[in-house]
C-alpha cells in the first residue's frame, strides 16, 4: 500500500474510534452538568462506575482547565469555562466570566448563594450559580426559568420589558380567566414595576420557599446606551435592555429585611468594581 494511502487509513481509523481518554473526561463533565449542583468523588464515581482514585485523576485535568472547580467542602461543581462556551460568540468582553468573578465575591461577603440569569425569549433563565460551604436546600439551579410574579429574578426582568411584550407572560402565570382579577392584579403588578425601577432592584421574602429571601440587582453594563426609565414615562421603558441580572439568596437571617439598604450597598460596591452596576 503507498504512503499515502496508508498515512488516510490510519488518520480515519483515528476519526472513526476518537479519543478515549477524552470521552471519558468530557462524560465526567457531562455528570456534573446534569446534577447542576457539586458533588462528592463517590458520587460522580459511582455514576461513572469507575474507581474514585481513577475519576479523581480526569476531575483534576478538569480542574486544571477551569471546566471544574473543588470547593472548600471536598465537593465537585462546574467550573467558569463551562458558563463561557456558548457566550462569546455574542459577548466580545466575556461578561460572564465578569458576572461569575463578581458572584464569587458576592457570594464570599455574604456567606449566600448568588445566581446569575439571563433574559430569554421564555423568560430569565439561570446560567450559573455559585454557593457558599454552608449552602442553603433551595429549588432553582442552572438551567431553571424563574417565573416573572413570583421570583426577585423574574419581577426585575419583568420591570425592564415593554408591557405588551410581559403582560400576556404575566398572566399565564396567574392561571385565571377572571377579566376583573386580571385588570386588579396587573394594576398591582405596574405598582411593583414601578417601584423596582425606582429604587433599582427587586426583592422577595418567602415567596417561592418559606424561609428564604432573595435580592436582584440588574446588570447595566458602560456602554448600555438606554437611560435609566422614568416611572411616569412608559416609552424609556421600551427603550431599555437588560439581558444579565444577578439574584442573591439568603435565609432570613442571612438577609433579614431590616439590613436591606446595608445587604445592597455592599452588593452594588462590588458590582461596580467589575463596572457591571
Not at 458558563?83 to 461569575?100: D, K, P, S
Not at 429574578?153 to 398572566?171: C, E, H, R, W
Not at 436591606?260 to 462590588?270: F, H
Amino acid at each position: 500500500m503507498p504512503a499515502d494511502e496508508n498515512l488516510v487509513e490510519n488518520v480515519t481509523k483515528a476519526n472513526k474510534n476518537g479519543v478515549q481518554s477524552l470521552e471519558i473526561g468530557l462524560s465526567i463533565l457531562d455528570i456534573l452538568i446534569d446534577r447542576s449542583s457539586p458533588m462528592m468523588l463517590k458520587d460522580i464515581a459511582q455514576a461513572m462506575q469507575m474507581h474514585p482514585a481513577k475519576c479523581h485523576r480526569y476531575l483534576v485535568s478538569l480542574i486544571r482547565k477551569n471546566y471544574a472547580q473543588q470547593l472548600n467542602d471536598g465537593r465537585y461543581g462546574l467550573g467558569d469555562r463551562v458558563n463561557a462556551i456558548g457566550h462569546t460568540g455574542f459577548n466580545q468582553n466575556n461578561i460572564v466570566e465578569r458576572l461569575t468573578h463578581a458572584a464569587n465575591e458576592i457570594k464570599d461577603t455574604l456567606s449566600c448563594t448568588v445566581q446569575i440569569a439571563k433574559w430569554f425569549n421564555e423568560g430569565p433563565i439561570i446560567i450559573q450559580s455559585v454557593e457558599p460551604d454552608s449552602a442553603i436546600s433551595i429549588i432553582t439551579r442552572m438551567g431553571s426559568r424563574m417565573p416573572l410574579t413570583t421570583s426577585a429574578t423574574g419581577q426585575l426582568f419583568a420591570s425592564y420589558q415593554p408591557d405588551a411584550f410581559i403582560k400576556p407572560l404575566v398572566i399565564a402565570e396567574w392561571d385565571t380567566k377572571e377579566k376583573a382579577l386580571i385588570v386588579e392584579k396587573w394594576q398591582h403588578f405596574k405598582q411593583l414595576q414601578t417601584k423596582i425601577r425606582t429604587q433599582g432592584y427587586a426583592t422577595v421574602t418567602g415567596d417561592m420557599l418559606m424561609g428564604i429571601n432573595a435580592i436582584t440587582i440588574p446588570v447595566i453594563l458602560p456602554d448600555l446606551t438606554a437611560t435609566q426609565p422614568n416611572s411616569n414615562d412608559n416609552s424609556s421603558v421600551e427603550k431599555l435592555s437588560l439581558e444579565y441580572a444577578i439574584t442573591i439568596i439568603g435565609t432570613t437571617e442571612q438577609l433579614p429585611i431590616s439590613e436591606q439598604d446595608n445587604v445592597i450597598e455592599k452588593i452594588l460596591a462590588i458590582a461596580q468594581r467589575y463596572k457591571i452596576a
